[in-house]
Nanobody
């Protein structure tokens, strides 16, 4: 089992930046792919970004490409989502997620989920 805990959410004005963190614990040596999803009120959960844990290949949703950057620190068992040029439509609960098997980044189906952190972007 892998446990994930997010931090770093908050309120920011449009055009601003935030960095989310996600600390992993438990069987972290089994991690293969990590990533982020988000869910806005009244909407379905949406994929944001994913990264392979060992060689750092990345994949982004078109809606965040060029504005968000996913990264990780293997030594700290922590992944990050750097968000820039934030827009009101980025407002959502952001969850980190992980899986311990390899597969396509475009079809990312995690096994483990964090509780989520709220990001609110004001106009």
């Amino acid at each position: 089992q892998v446990q994930l805990v997010e931090s770093g959410g908050g309120l920011v004005q449009a055009g601003g930046s935030l960095r989310l963190s996600c600390a992993a614990s438990g069987r972290t040596n089994s991690l293969n792919t990590v990533g982020w999803f988000r869910q806005a009120p009244g909407k379905e959960r949406e994929f944001v970004a994913a990264m392979t844990w060992t060689d750092a290949n990345t994949y982004y949703a078109d809606s965040v490409k060029g504005r968000f950057t996913i990264s990780r620190d293997n030594a700290k068992n922590t992944m990050y989502l750097q968000m820039s040029d934030l827009r009101p439509e980025d407002t959502a609960v952001y969850c980190c997620a992980a899986r311990d098997y390899s597969g396509s980044l475009k079809r990312y189906e995690p096994q483990y989920w964090g509780q989520g952190t709220q990001v609110t972007v004001s106009s």
